[in-house]
């Protein structure tokens, strides 16, 4: 005790360099943990598939068919994603907008709450960071500009997103934006359990 109050001031800085060294430790490990839990939310929940083809071109749906009929495809889901310009009021953000089919399993949507939600016909679902930049709620009216065309659409809800801040709607709704032709630009899939390289080389 005499140690500590003969010299306080080398006291209170030993005090306050343990209490640092502490925090710098456990902010590691807190960064770990969030790291850890912002992967698991991106690639096991939200993005279930094994491979995305991207196409170079627009292509019709009947692709989904024939993909689906290579050996070791499991399943096939279409999707479309266009660079697009959201407005709202005086304050704009741009992004990547994905059309998806309601009943999409190998792309999971998450409210903040954990909830599954799913992309429905009329309405945009918008990430928690979107919501912050643009300021928008429930019902309000997103313009969505692209190189295609632009329409309007109103926040269906809002969703967790891990890693980036696409916006998601209907693939009906994004194909009408695209011109309305029934087309897809991209394919996920699942294969059979080591079977990834054979399916990757078709």
Known sequence: LRNIFRNRRRSLYTVIGVALGASLILISAGFIDTIDDVMDLQFKRIQKYDIMITFAEPQSEAVVGDVAAWQYVERVEPAVQIP???????KTYSTLIIGLRPDTEL?????????RVTVASGGILVSE???????????DIIGI???AGTLSAPVAGFVKQGVGSPVYVS???IQALAGGQPVVN??????EPGNLDAVRDS
């Open 186 to 191: 991209g394919l996920m899939l699942t294969a």
């Open 107 to 115: 792309y999971g949507l998450f409210s903040p709450g954990g909830d």
């Open 129 to 139: 960071s979107i919501r912050r930049v643009l300021g928008v709620e429930v019902g």
């Open 171 to 173: 693939l009906n709704d």
């Open 145 to 147: 500009g692209s190189p």
């Open 84 to 90: 697009v310009s959201l407005s709202y009021e005086d």
